[in-house]
């Protein structure tokens, strides 16, 4: 599986900004995809995930009720849609791919990621 994740951008606090995660590969439907950020001097950490049917998600709790994960297995495409941004937010950001069947917080357990995407929010 390869991934190409796309959508990142600048935008003000309290903005909104729609991340894409193209995956290339006929396993695509059968993987648990997550979003994952690292910001400057910081380590990577978990955003949100969802699995392969899209019948569970998790988030970060630093996201809840801000973020929104889906996945358009037809499309092979994961989204993650952010709204409210806030400065706290600014990072780049990273699709991946596992073999759970389950939602994944650890990142260790991904096998497969993309290259990232800067998101920038000021205040």
């Known amino acids: 599986v390869q991934l190409q994740a796309s959508g990142g951008g600048s935008v003000q606090a309290g903005g909104s900004l729609r991340l894409s995660c193209a995956a290339s590969g006929r396993t695509f439907s059968r993987h648990v995809m997550g979003w994952f950020r690292q910001a400057p001097g910081k380590e990577r950490e978990f955003v949100a995930c969802?699995?392969?049917?899209?019948?569970?998600?998790d988030y970060a709790d630093s996201v809840k009720g801000r973020f929104t994960i889906s996945r358009d297995n037809a499309k092979n495409t994961v989204y993650l849609q952010m709204n409210s941004l806030k400065p706290e937010d600014t990072a780049v950001y990273f699709c991946?791919?596992?073999?759970?069947?389950?939602?994944?917080?650890?990142?260790?357990?991904?096998?497969?990621w993309g290259q990232g995407t800067l998101v920038t929010v000021s205040s």
């Open positions: 991946a791919a596992g073999k759970q069947l389950w939602v994944e917080r650890l990142s260790d357990e991904y096998d497969y």
């Open positions: 969802i699995t392969w049917d899209g019948g569970s998600t």
